[in-house]
């Protein structure tokens, strides 16, 4: 699969297991989906796990320099983990 992903011109990316809850509350993903999501606070921060690559992949994009559709696609592929606090066999 990696293969397939570099010859269709994606760079491989590998975003952090633990965020930050501030870049999940930006993001929308603690409003929508906080239920499921392990936080908790280290050394008076809030912190999470991973739940999704979406918030990571926004701050990479915007941290890319893209300032025109004539830079776009950007072409992002990861194949990373995520962790969500969901019932066994959930959707």
Known sequence: MRKECWKEGYSEVLSPQ??????????????????DM??????GQRVGLKP???????????RGGAVSYK???I??????VVHRNECRGSL
């Open 18 to 35: 633990m965020l930050s809850a501030r870049i999940l509350e930006k993001s929308g993903h603690i409003a929508h989906y906080e239920a």
């Open 38 to 43: 392990f936080l908790w606070d280290h050394e």
């Open 52 to 62: 999704m690559s979406c918030p990571c992949h926004c701050v990479m994009f915007n």
């Open 71 to 73: 830079s776009l696609p």
């Open 75 to 80: 072409r992002l592929s990861e194949f990373g």
